[in-house]
């Protein structure tokens, strides 16, 4: 009888390729745990974070070709993947061919390891070339972690002025993003202190009272 989507961008799809009334559809953004206000570390690692799946649409490959083209963040910062599968073949021997082996690696955990990873990271990243929500980087602005997302639709709509956005298909465009948001303290002060607020207009609360209406309202039609 209804469907429910966590973006406008999904619902906008949805009604686009399977040609469904968008009456049908309603948005429920998804969201992260309340919790006291977080410390922000005043001496982070100088690790570049990625967290979950690495393939197709993730447009994981030119994160890694910017970085490689990168003297100064070949230098300073290592990137650290948290989650997804280990390294596959392709991954290696492209780490490998673009010398970069040694500055790349797989960290899986628990809740709260991922959440330490985002505490004591310079700086996370997404580069996918789409995406139906996007979590992780939310999760990262919780954590006063400053971010680097692509210029996607749903991206735009979710994060607005709270993350600095990149063009995924562009290598150098990823590479001179890095390089900016890294080396300017002044930025990452801004780009934590304006994701601090988008992280208050997402909730699992608020998700679960929007989903709740939206139920009574179906079963009372």
């Known amino acids: 009888k209804h469907i429910l989507c966590i973006s406008k961008k999904t619902k906008k799809d949805l009604s686009k390729f399977y040609k469904i009334d968008k009456k ?86 628990k809740d709260f390891d991922l959440r330490r990873s985002y505490k ?41 002025d709270g993350t600095y956005f990149v063009e995924p298909k562009n290598v150098d465009n990823i590479k001179k993003g890095l390089e900016k948001v890294l080396k300017s303290k002044k930025l990452q002060k801004k780009l934590i202190k304006k994701g601090q607020k988008i992280v208050k207009n997402f909730s699992w609360d608020n998700c679960a009272v929007e989903t709740k209406k939206i139920y009574h309202k179906v079963l009372n039609q």
């Not at 393939?55 to 030119?62: A, I, L, Q, T, W």
């Not at 290696?92 to 690696?105: A, C, G, Q, R, W």
């Not at 996918?128 to 954590?143: D, Q, R, T, V």
């Open 120 to 160: 004591e990271s310079s700086l996370f990243i997404s580069v996918s070339l789409e995406e139906g929500f996007g979590l992780p980087p939310l999760e990262a602005m919780k954590y006063n972690c400053p971010t680097i997302c692509s210029n996607i639709d749903v991206f735009r709509e979710i994060f607005e």
């Open 24 to 109: 049908k559809i309603s948005v429920t953004y998804l969201g992260v745990d309340k919790s006291k206000k977080i410390e922000i570390l005043k001496k982070k690692k100088k690790i570049i974070l990625y967290v979950g799946d690495r393939s197709r649409y993730k447009n994981f490959k030119n994160l890694i070709y910017a970085f490689s083209r990168s003297n100064y963040l070949k230098k300073n910062f290592k990137i650290l993947c948290f989650g997804g599968d280990y390294f596959n073949d392709f991954e290696n021997n492209l780490f490998k061919k673009l010398k970069v082996s040694k500055k790349i690696f797989f960290k899986d955990g």
